[in-house]
């Protein structure tokens, strides 16, 4: 029996949906859950990061390559939980993530701020 055709890419998306529709731990709920580690992760490309990031917290980090390749991340050192870390990681790069549970992140770029529209003034007359 063969699965259907997809992509690699509407594969990913369709998991990342299917693992954003469970209930999320909040930040600080997982904080809680994983101590303080020893991070050190250079700065660079995201998806090598967030690799280096995966095998120093023992988490599972799922995210879209395409939609991060072409961010860049903070360097991070010293013993912080992994919100703390990614939160360093992430600051000020367009990306952002989220626990889906105790062992499990997502990542993805932040959704772009909405930009009020300004009407022009009125000449006085």
Do not use: C, Y
Not at 4 to 28: D, K, Y
Not at 53 to 70: C, E, K, N, P, W
Not at 72 to 85: F, I, K, R, Y
């Amino acid at each position: 029996m063969s699965l259907p055709s997809l992509s690699r890419r509407s594969l990913i998306r369709q998991v990342l949906l299917l693992l954003a529709g469970f209930t999320a731990v909040s930040h600080a709920q997982a904080s809680r859950v994983v101590d303080k580690l020893a991070f050190k992760i250079s700065a660079g490309a995201a998806p090598e990061a967030l690799a280096e990031f995966v095998r120093q917290s023992g988490l599972q980090v799922l995210f879209d390559f395409d939609a991060i390749r072409r961010f860049n991340t903070h360097e991070v050192s010293g013993q912080l939980n992994p919100t703390e870390a990614l939160s360093r990681m992430f600051e000020g790069s367009g990306l952002t993530f989220e626990f889906i549970n105790e062992r499990t992140i997502t990542v993805r770029p932040r959704p772009p701020q909405a930009v009020p529209v300004v009407q022009p003034a009125e000449p006085a007359t």
